[in-house]
């Protein structure tokens, strides 16, 4: 069974940075996509950042140039750096990932929808921007 489990999350002054991490245990296959979530006072999860097998990138619009997504494939990391924080960053940050996936932008952009026994997500890790 596939487990994820976030860390790194804490509050951070606005401009200032922090990286987030996602432990993977278990087997996700060779094709699947991973990425980066985050759900606000709101209901709706908004995509931030994916990559999928082939280090293939996709950014949320808000994020593009402030956020890189990034794995170590050995130790089974995945990374979110987070640089230049907004007040508007602040959101719990969830990790997904998703096995039998090809493409980071429509993982993007869907998995949030996704159910069923293979949409896996982490616990989430509060991200707080403030003075």
């Known amino acids: 069974e596939v487990q994820l489990v976030e860390s790194g999350g804490g509050l951070v002054q606005p401009g200032g940075s922090l990286r987030l991490s996602c432990v993977v245990s278990?087997?996700?296959?060779?094709?699947?996509?991973m990425g980066w979530f985050r759900q606000g006072s709101g209901p709706v999860r908004e995509g931030v950042a994916a990559?999928?097998?082939?280090?293939?990138?996709t950014y949320g619009r808000s994020v593009r140039g402030r956020f890189t997504i990034s794995k170590d494939n050995g130790k089974r990391i995945l990374y979110l750096q987070m640089n230049n924080l907004k007040r508007e960053d602040t959101a719990v940050y969830y990790c997904?990932?998703?096995?039998?996936?090809?493409?980071?932008?429509?993982?993007?952009?869907?998995?949030?929808?996704?159910?069923?026994?293979?949409?896996?997500w982490g616990q989430g890790t509060q991200v707080t921007v403030s003075e």
């Open positions: 997904g990932a998703e096995p039998a996936c090809e493409y980071s932008d429509y993982f993007l952009s869907n998995f949030p929808d996704v159910r069923g026994p293979t949409a896996y």
């Open positions: 278990g087997a996700l296959g060779r094709h699947h996509c």
């Open positions: 990559i999928d097998s082939d280090g293939i990138t």
